[in-house]
């Protein structure tokens, strides 16, 4: 069996979190530290203590924003933030997502719809995530409700698309996913 | 003097920040800057490519790296999302192994990637390639007595924890863009701290209470506009502040691109070319004290 922090370090968090000596000076500048069940400091003593199944329910790995302020301040370059990012993808290829089901529903989505498209088109990546979302009929419609003023003000300032940017060697796209499906496979 | 680059756009300029398209492509061209669109190009899979897995990180920006390598030029790219993404797949290459995966990631897409083009930020472009003095002297309009405070957010100061063209605690380069056309940049704490856009989907009220703070502070400050250089920014800040206002109260904050107030400035039509009236807040005040072109149609 793999340990975690093997798993993080394959996955592109870098070797140097075994260097953490647990300061808390990414906890100190995370914007969104206060709202997270295990600080950023915690979650980098978990991985290293294997904590597998707490570090990946967590909400934490879902309300990190990627800012990258706790990395550039580690005073032992740990890349925290690659550590998140590295978390998200073990959780969503595990199918662990219960904390913050939107926010892996939305990532997948988005995926998606690069396959279908080759690039972006937001409704339809709006509806693919609450479709996608593993939560409550009321729950999702509530997400659909809470969106709907934003897509109003975007409507009236012209700035909704209703029609998909297509690229036309899709195909190319489309290579460039089995190819890294078949790249993550091997490991 | 002609300077040419392949223009990598991205999904959100083609959407939600379409002014950010239209001022960018208006400002470079007035200053003699040639853009040349990235013929097909995909999406660079945002945060969701990170979130995923490693090797689709890489793949989706290597395609668009490997057209513009194609075209002989230089990317320019205006969201700091893209421009993170797309440098971190050219910087990987250095890497023996992360070439190679590169190289298969590519199989069958009759592509390939050498790390020949740069990777550039517009600001990078606007304030290092161009510079400030050349856009000094092309000014016409000059933005006098408007207070601005410069936010830089993330990922043009912190690019996923590559070295950024600018000071990542003190960046300037924007500030001496707003310089160079005028206007007064006030003192601001909250440049790069995160607007929080990237929780949207996780805890939009994490992210409406992160935005309120900056654009509280540029109110308290007396600030008359915030000047970005990001759609996930602007968007934050701006589409959502009625939001934001709902939950924390009046802030009525013009929020405008770095392009969109040069382009006024330089004299540019504040609709058709800069796309002011597709501000989520109202950018009438200021259009109105520096544009003689007052109505949009
Ligand atoms: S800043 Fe670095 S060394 Fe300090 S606790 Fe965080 S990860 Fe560990
Ligand atoms: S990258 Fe994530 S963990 Fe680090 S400071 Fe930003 S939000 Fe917090």
């Not at chain 2, 223009?7 to 398209?21: K, R």
């Not at chain 2, 016409?140 to 957010?153: A, S």
Request: some cysteine; glycine content about 8%.
């Amino acid at each position: 069996m793999k340990t975690l922090v093997q798993e993080v370090i394959e996955a592109g968090g870098g070797e140097s979190i075994k260097a953490c000596y647990q300061c808390g000076t990414c906890t100190g500048g995370c914007p969104t530290a206060g709202e997270m069940d295990y600080t950023p400091r915690q979650i980098i003593r978990m991985v290293n203590l294997g904590m597998r199944d707490r570090v990946l329910t967590s909400s934490s790995i879902w309300l990190c924003a990627s800012c990258y302020q706790c990395q550039v301040r580690c005073p032992r370059g740990v890349r925290i933030a690659d550590v998140m990012a590295a978390l998200r993808s073990i959780a969503i290829r595990d199918g662990i997502t219960a904390a913050k089901p939107r926010a892996p529903a939305f990532y997948q989505s988005f995926l998606e719809n690069i396959s279908a498209y080759g690039r972006q088109f937001e409704p339809v990546l709006i509806l693919r995530t609450i479709a996608k979302s593993r939560e409550g009929v009321a729950a999702k419609l509530g997400f659909l409700l809470g969106m709907l003023p934003m897509g109003v003000t975007l409507l009236k300032s012209r700035k909704m698309p209703l029609r998909a940017e297509k690229v036309q060697a899709i195909e190319e796209v489309r290579r460039l996913f089995s190819n890294a499906e078949r790249l993550e496979a091997e490991g | 003097m002609s300077q040419r680059y392949a223009y990598y756009p991205g999904c959100s300029l083609e959407a939600s920040a379409v002014e950010y398209d239209l001022s960018t492509r208006s400002v470079l061209k007035a200053l003699g800057v040639e853009l040349e669109e990235i013929p097909d190009w995909s999406c660079c899979g945002a945060s969701a490519g990170h979130a995923v897995s490693k090797s689709i990180a890489l793949a989706l920006p290597a395609r668009d790296l490997a057209k513009a390598e194609s075209m002989g030029r230089n990317v320019l790219a205006p969201c700091p999302a893209c421009y993170k993404n797309l440098r971190y797949v050219r910087e990987s290459l250095s890497d023996e192994e992360a070439r190679r995966k590169v190289e298969r990631l590519l199989e069958g897409t009759g592509l390939s990637l050498s790390g020949s083009s740069e990777v550039r930020h517009l600001l990078e472009v606007l304030a290092g390639d161009v510079g400030a003095e050349r856009i000094a002297e092309a000014v016409t309009v000059p933005l006098e007595g408007l207070k601005v405070v410069t936010y830089y957010g993330c990922y043009i100061t912190r690019p996923g924890g590559m070295r950024s063209f600018d000071d990542p605690v003190e960046p300037v380069s924007m500030d001496l863009l707003c310089r160079a056309v005028g206007a007064a940049v006030l003192p601001f704490t909250r440049k790069t701290r995160c607007c929080g856009a990237p929780v949207m989907m996780s805890a939009p009220e994490e992210m409406h209470r992160l935005s309120y703070e900056i654009l509280q502070e540029a109110k308290q400050r007396g600030a008359e506009a915030v000047v970005v250089a990001c759609p996930l920014c602007h968007h934050a800040l701006d589409a959502a502040q009625p939001e934001i206002e709902k939950h924390h109260g009046a802030l009525s904050m013009p929020v405008l691109y770095i392009t969109q107030l040069l382009g006024l400035a330089l004299g540019l039509n504040p609709f058709e070319e800069l796309g002011l009236d597709r501000n989520v807040v109202s950018t009438e005040g200021i259009v109105k004290r520096f544009s003689k072109v007052t109505c949009s149609r």
